[in-house]
């Protein structure tokens, strides 16, 4: 689990995050980067030329910034995320007021997942914003989820870096997450921290994402782990269906 350093330079976190956004969402006007980082319309135009100049960014005919030669090496799927977060939020929003805990949406990439949206829930004591973050795959919960959903050959992938126990470990969990239909993390990424996370049902344009549902770990009791569960299938699969209505419009 690797944590914000308590030396963190400002600047060069807003433009890694920018950067993350721009691969994984695709291109952004300057007011558009600055609101999503949370930084002023200036500050977003002398990073983003930054990025432009070190081949990280690229400004395109419409004034656009979007992802430049550096990201475009394995990026994900730009437009799918930008549409999947866009239909996501309100979702998460309705999600976090229901449970009271932070939600979260996130993709598949490689053998991490990255988290693409967080509603934060307003608790003092509370998972606070992921988003531009990625974990190891088969930590995370939702990662684990998602893992329990791919093909024999896509798992040996993902499986063949891990120690023989720690793989037998994970195909072990997989076999009970495809039972039940949702995975737990309980500290694996961190200390204290406790998530339950699904799968969102593959839609046109839009495959291996996830939602997470993250808590303290002293507010998550066994019987909560259920409703959490419930709560996010029924959630994914709105957010599956409005997918693939936005793919395929009526009429």
């Known amino acids: 689990m690797k944590n914000r350093p308590t030396y963190a330079v400002g600047s060069v976190d807003s433009a890694l995050l920018l950067a993350t956004l721009l691969q994984q969402e695709g291109p952004m006007r300057v007011t558009d980067a600055a609101a999503r980082v949370g930084i002023s319309v200036s500050t977003a135009h002398r990073l983003l030329g930054t990025l432009v100049y ?7 005919p419409d004034r656009r910034y979007g992802p430049g030669p550096v990201l475009r090496r394995g990026a994900v799927q730009q437009s799918s995320v930008a549409a999947l977060r866009e239909i996501a939020l309100p979702h998460l929003r309705r ?10 949406v996130l993709v598949l990439a490689g053998h991490d997942v990255r988290f693409v949206a967080t509603v934060e829930c307003d608790r003092v004591l509370r ?4 988003t531009g973050r990625a974990l ?3 930590l995370a919960s939702g990662g684990k989820a998602l893992l329990a959903m791919l093909e024999p050959d896509e798992l040996a992938a993902v499986l063949a870096p891990l120690e023989e126990d720690e793989s037998a470990a994970l195909e072990r969990d997989l076999r009970t997450i495809r039972r039940r239909g949702f995975a737990v993390n309980d500290q ?10 699904v799968a969102i049902p593959a839609a046109d344009g839009t495959a291996g994402a996830a939602l997470s549902v993250a808590a ?3 507010r998550c009791s066994r019987d909560r782990v259920p409703i959490w569960a419930a709560a ?3 959630t994914a699969a709105a957010i599956a269906h409005e997918l693939a209505d936005t793919a395929h419009p009526a009429g």
Request: glycine share 12%; net charge negative; proline share 5%.
């Open 54 to 60: 070190r081949d990280f960014a690229e400004q395109l």
């Open 95 to 104: 999600l976090v007021d229901a449970l009271g805990e932070t939600a979260n």
């Open 127 to 130: 998972v606070g914003d992921r």
């Open 136 to 138: 190891p795959a088969h």
């Open 188 to 197: 694996a990424t961190e200390a204290g921290l406790t998530a339950v996370g």
């Open 216 to 218: 303290p770990t002293a």
């Open 232 to 234: 996010l299938g029924e």
